[in-house]
């Protein structure tokens, strides 16, 4: 696969696929994240980005429940489940 990702990753597709892989709800992400539901429902309807430390949680608890982010080529970003997760 890709390159570990480092830097900022989290676009609202992206936000949206890893809740889909883990078939999670907006509040479900929300209880395992502690980020407010609306503020995920505004961030992945596109009205606004995130700070860096919401996305950091955001970001934290989809790894905890066995997803890995990844770089690909051309600066595609992926979610994939990481090893031992599968």
Avoid at 32 to 52: A, W
Wanted: hydrophobic content about 35%; aromatic content about 8%; some cysteine.
């Amino acid at each position: 696969m890709g390159q570990p990702v480092n830097g900022p990753i989290l676009s609202p597709a992206l936000c949206r696929a890893a809740r889909g892989y883990l078939d999670w709800t907006q509040a479900d992400l929300a209880e395992q994240s502690g980020v407010s539901r609306s503020t995920i429902r505004d961030f992945e309807g596109g009205r606004h980005p995130v700070h860096r430390s919401t996305e950091a949680q955001l970001r934290l608890a989809f790894e905890r429940s066995g997803l890995a982010f990844t770089k690909e080529e051309f600066d595609c970003m992926g979610v994939y489940a990481a090893k031992g997760n599968q």
